[in-house]
């Protein structure tokens, strides 16, 4: 069965971590940091280069220019024309593109390992001679505008989570989607991109991750000869604009075109970068398993099985995000049910959770999946990396993966009780219904916004 | 072991033009399911993948059967010592950290297992897996809730233009053959179907004649043989199915205007193109991939997105199956632009059926095959996919070996001859959702 709403379910949360093998750390004197790690199971080895600018960093009237600029930095340089980047990649049979989020924006590449070297140069020569060419802008900007129609404005459940989240975060970094605002995208100048360019790219805020069948040695002499020459710049530091402090319940209502309503709640919750102690990030991990760790976990036993009033639902955190999250849970009601009766339930699903400790079975499948997580994620060289440069570029560090598993394995049922008292209160829940009209040909959409959630990619 | 195979076999390709994919063992189980099998030491986790001739193809006059049949099997096991309804199953897999799933598509079920190797947890994964694979409850009461989210599903499929078109266009490309239906089926007849006749698909679809076994992972080759019997000898032989109905091809041309109320217009454009075991194949395969199959270095991507900026996605796809898929060309723009971008995706397939494609575009295209073909083999995940589909196809066992020098093998005349007795642009399917009547 299709799954409509796409959210970070617990389960793949949690998969988001721990340490696998050796991973050697180098520094560039130029601020480059160097992540390396082995995998000799294929002849093949993806690098991926990290910057520290996501849509959180970026001011009213400028939304989406971090993902805008990952689309122009294929539009050539002063020594490469436009496109031919990917074409030097494509003849090498390798895979490349890069992505934006919230907290950071990354280019990739994956190659038979002897062409390591191209993807280097290439990467490095981008990373300081940009072009940004206004013809080349000009039609850049309409692709973006056709992606945000498709992925947002033409989807009403999209709609409804980036105006959920524009509500649950009233200002700061995580208010406006990573696509930006359709308004901002028509707003924005090649001249804005030059500057956002300037003050972010450079060797110095950025982590070069490379994983797969080389030696870390062979990496960093490749890397100071491609890398070493760009000069560094002057930063303040990043910000964490985190968003004002709720107090008392938000409800929003979309009506859109569409056949089916659905339900968004989110609690705000703090993440591992926050100032709390590190077992309440990991406790809230185990109460997202614990909800929707897969088919045996409580909302699908309870929801969609037992009362069968969920068609769909969901309930997602990331302890590894850049600022503070929200604790979310997202649901379709079955043929017949009310929104609201689907809220009643979900909302006595988390006073079960604070009146009574999970049940010691319930914790141990969490953990279990856990473990076996870790070993099924190093089955993908390009996911390895991944886990290394989001925690390294939100600001954690790479080795906090290597708390991970511990950290989750030490929550106890009393933490997990005491996350739920703390966090999934009344004061700070935010809730979004999706209520249909009419799905009649031509009315049009109202001009609207960008998405949440994962990762823009060009 | 796999590791330095590959690494072996990938200087090979570099200095000659010979090269094998892994190395792939096969052998038919006691009762005639076959058996695929690759050793991957590295990690200590398997991956098992059951294929069964059992896709929505098969579902005859009850679209929708193959794929709730599907749904259905992890929702309650029949044991000896009694039943266990969904919870049970679904905690047997999960208190040991495996993976159960279950995927329909047109030409096969497949289900697939990924588990630790250590036989504490691998033993009871596979008892689970074989008692769902087996022993299905198939409750009436399950049925009933699982037919209600198919349903919601299928609602909610009406709200999504992509979703839209896609079902207007396989109905429009195949008439009355069974692929014309999607997978998940069509309102009134899941409302119509009943318990008893999914219990009926179960029976005489899964079953040892055209089960497919692929097992990577890391165990040896006696393991292997020991667990494929165990999976299989839990099925009763049964009979293997006739073949299904050849495709018509397409008389004439049409266009279909679906009204959506969308900012853009959701354009699909193409016919029935190339099945997975194809004289065809590999001029085909290599001229889509020069057409709109390879991303951003694709003729539709450079004329349509980079020259012209009228999509973020635009892409054409053939689709191998049993016989054959699609042929299809799709992208999205702004409803005032989607006349241009129809005038643009005709003229582009015409100027590459008349002409295919240049010198320099079909050697860029064999680089980017045959250099990243160790790309698509580089997780036990990838290995499992490709096994699986070698198996359902009944694929030569060479077939990943020969890979490469056949992609050489084409030519600019080869792949506009193919194109030419192929695909017919004066008789495509266009569907276009979005805008007023």
Redesign the interface.
């Known amino acids: 069965m299709s799954r409509w709403i796409m959210l970070c379910a617990g389960l793949l949360c949690l998969q988001a971590s721990q340490a696998a093998p050796v991973v050697s750390e180098e520094h560039l004197p130029n601020g480059l940091r160097i992540l390396v790690q082995e995998d000799h199971r294929a002849p093949v080895v993806t690098t991926q280069v990290w910057y520290k600018v996501g849509s959180s960093d970026e001011p009213g009237g400028l939304t989406g220019i971090s993902h805008m600029l990952e689309h122009m930095m294929f539009k050539g340089t002063s020594r490469l024309p436009p496109g031919k980047f990917s074409e030097i990649i494509a003849e090498r049979g390798g895979q490349e593109n890069a992505f934006t989020s919230r907290d950071y924006t990354a280019y990739f590449q994956t190659l038979a390992k002897e062409h390591l070297e191209v993807s280097f140069r290439l990467e490095a020569d981008r990373m300081r001679n940009l072009l940004l060419r206004e013809q080349d802008f000009v039609k850049e900007v309409e692709v973006v505008k056709e992606e945000r129609r498709m992925r947002t404005d033409d989807d009403p459940n999209a709609r409804l989570y980036e105006q959920f989240q524009a509500m649950a975060y009233l200002n700061g970094g995580y208010h406006h989607p990573i696509i930006g605002w359709m308004d901002d995208i028509e707003r924005m100048k090649a001249s804005d991109l030059r500057d956002w360019y300037r003050a972010h790219y450079a060797p110095n805020n950025a982590t070069l991750v490379v994983v797969g069948d080389v030696r870390p040695a062979e990496v960093k002499a490749l890397a100071s000869r491609y890398f070493g020459p760009l000069k560094p710049f002057e930063f303040a530091g990043r910000e964490r604009r985190n968003a004002l402090a709720q107090a008392g319940e938000r409800r929003m209502v979309l009506r859109a075109p569409a056949k089916l309503p659905s339900l968004l709640m989110g609690y705000r919750a703090p993440v591992l970068m926050d100032d709390v102690p590190a077992w309440e990030p990991y406790a809230l991990e185990v109460l997202a398993g614990v909800l929707d760790g897969g088919q045996s976990a409580r909302l699908q036993q309870r929801l969609v099985r037992e009362s069968r009033l969920a068609g769909e639902v969901g309930a997602g955190y990331s302890a590894d995000s850049r600022l503070s999250e929200l604790f979310m849970f997202s649901a379709v009601p079955s043929e017949g049910v009310a929104v609201d009766q689907l809220e009643q339930a979900l909302r006595q699903e988390v006073a079960r959770l604070r009146d009574e400790p999970v049940a010691a079975d319930e914790l141990a499948r969490v953990k279990a999946q856990v473990i076996a997580a870790e070993v099924y994620g190093r089955d993908s060289v390009f996911y390895q990396a991944m886990r290394l440069g989001a925690y390294e570029t939100v600001g954690l560090g790479w080795k906090r993966l290597d708390e991970l598993v511990p950290g989750i394995e030490a929550v106890t049922a009393e933490q997990v009780q005491a996350v739920v008292r703390k966090y999934l209160v009344d004061d700070r829940l935010t809730v979004a219904v999706l209520d249909p009209s009419p799905l009649e040909p031509g009315q049009g959409m109202p001009r609207s916004q960008g998405m949440g959630g994962a990762q823009h990619v060009r | 072991m796999?590791?330095n195979l590959?690494?072996g076999l990938?200087a090979l390709l570099?200095a000659a033009p010979a090269w094998a994919g892994p190395p792939i063992q096969h052998w038919e189980t006691g009762n005639g399911a076959r058996v695929l099998f690759v050793e991957?030491r590295?990690?200590?986790?398997l991956d098992v993948r059951v294929s069964f001739d059992a896709g929505s193809a098969r579902d005859g006059e009850i679209h929708g059967l193959a794929s709730l049949t599907a749904?259905l099997l992890?929702q309650g096991i029949v044991l000896e010592g009694g039943e266990k309804d969904?919870?049970a199953?679904?905690?047997a897999?999960?208190?040991?950290?495996?993976?159960f799933g279950a995927s329909v598509t047109q030409d096969a079920v497949t289900l697939s297992l990924?588990?630790?190797i250590d036989p504490a947890?691998l033993d009871p994964a596979l008892a689970t897996f074989t008692a769902v694979m087996a022993q299905p409850r198939l409750a009436e009461d399950d049925f009933t809730?699982e037919r209600?989210?198919?349903?919601?599903?299928l609602?909610?499929?009406?709200?999504?233009?992509g979703e839209v078109a896609r079902r207007a266009f396989y109905k429009a490309l195949y008439g009355a053959h069974p692929y014309a239906f999607p997978p998940?089926g069509e309102a009134d007849n899941v409302k119509a179907m009943t318990a008893g006749q999914v219990r009926d698909f179960h029976k005489r679809h899964y079953v040892a004649a055209g089960m497919v076994i692929v097992l990577a992972g890391d165990l040896g080759r006696e393991q292997a043989e020991r667990l494929a019997e165990r999976l299989a000898s839990a099925l009763p032989r049964g009979e293997a199915l006739p073949a299904l109905p050849p495709v018509p091809e397409l008389r004439e041309g049409k266009t279909l205007r679906i009204?959506?109320?969308?900012?853009?217009a959701t354009i699909m454009a193409g016919q029935p193109g190339m099945a997975r075991i194809d004289p065809d194949y590999f001029p085909l395969y290599v001229g889509n991939h020069v057409l709109g199959g390879?991303?951003?270095?694709s003729r539709l991507m450079?004329e349509i997105?980079?020259?012209?900026?009228?999509?973020?996605?635009v892409y054409s796809q053939l689709m191998p199956m049993a016989v054959p898929g699609p042929f299809l060309m799709g992208m999205?723009?702004?409803l005032d632009q989607a006349a241009q971008s129809e005038r643009l995706l005709r003229e582009n397939l015409e100027r590459f059926v008349k002409d295919g494609p240049t010198e320099a575009e079909l050697d860029?295209a064999k680089?980017?095959?045959?250099?990243?073909?160790?790309?698509r083999?580089?997780?036990?995940?990838d290995i499992a996919d490709w096994l699986s589909v070698m198996g359902v196809y009944r694929l030569p066992l060479d077939f990943l070996d020969r890979y490469p020098e056949q992609v050489k093998a084409t030519s600019v005349a080869s792949i506009r001859d193919a194109w030419q007795r192929r695909i017919h642009p004066d008789r495509l399917v266009m569907v276009i959702v979005g805008?007023?009547?």
């Open positions: 796999f590791a590959l690494r990938f570099i991957a590295d990690l200590p986790m749904d992890d969904a919870q199953v679904a905690e897999f999960e208190n040991i950290g495996a993976r990924r588990s630790l947890r809730r209600e989210r198919v349903l919601l599903g609602k909610a499929g009406e709200q999504q233009p998940e009204p959506f109320p969308s900012t853009q390879s991303g951003f270095s450079e997105r980079e020259k012209r900026g009228l999509a973020y996605s999205q723009t702004r860029h680089k980017n095959i045959v250099g990243g073909f160790p790309l083999l580089d997780s036990n995940k805008g007023k009547e």
